[in-house]
């Protein structure tokens, strides 16, 4: 059975997202490192490690990824943006090396007008530079996006650019949002529709880069290119698309986070997982195991 979790909350301390992750019964954990809504965030303290990483060990070893900043944009065209972007990220790998933490998702930055080509070409280089200044420890998750403006990484075949121009493809993977490949055009609501898509991903990229995903519904149509998640089931995916995943078994034993709405008492993360349980059927029987 795959690993399901959420992205969970940093606030009052980086191990408290254990405690969160523990109150709605997950198993896996993606968390910001520092705000990522600051460019020049304060270097973790050895009490912020050792604090994570005994929360770490107590929960299970279960896995975690961070998320880089929204800030980021490893294609842009603008020399200051690009060069604040590289320092970044650059520090995020490395913070996430401090804490234990395997993978970082990043989405692959936007070009800004200047054409797809130009931006890809942009971000594969900039990504070498921050990947050339950290170790081998953390690996980088290249997440799918739904195309909004001129954002880069709604096609697969641009995911497959960036991993085949890379330096250091043996650092990279892939982190699909159920949410974004919808928006993009990529419609998995059926059975048929999900396996036409995951044919489509391993033509252009391969299923073996997948290392992560992020289970959202989509508030917009197939296609939108607007992203704007849902509840599992409750959008325009439905629970059809859902169940398609989460019983391929090629992906059992992957993270699976929502990065779905919800309020302070995580109510909305426990109906959600609740949900995805339910999905998932009993070996041997093709019962749902609720």
Known sequence: MPFLGAHESVA????????????VGGEALQIFTRNQRQWHPQPLTEDEIDLFQTAWQ???????ASHASYLINLASGKQELMDKSITAFTSEIHRCKQLGIPF???HPGSHGG???ETGLARFSTALDLALEETGDDVAVLLETTAGQGTSLGSRFEELASILEHSRYPQRLGICVDTCHIFAAGYDIRTLPAYIQTLEEFDRQV??????FFHLNDSKQKLASRVDRHEHIG??????????????????????MTLETPKGDDLQEDRDNLLVLRGLIEKPGTGEASV
């Open 58 to 64: 107590q929960s299970g070893c279960l896995p975690v």
């Open 104 to 106: 970082v998702v990043i």
């Open 12 to 23: 009052g301390g980086l191990q408290l997202a254990f405690n969160r992750l523990q109150q």
């Open 234 to 255: 409750q959008g325009a995916i439905g629970l059809e698309g859902f169940r398609s995943l989460l019983n391929d078994p090629r992906f059992a034993d992957h993270p």
């Open 114 to 116: 200047d054409g797809v």
């Open 206 to 211: 391969g299923i073996g880069w997948i290392k």
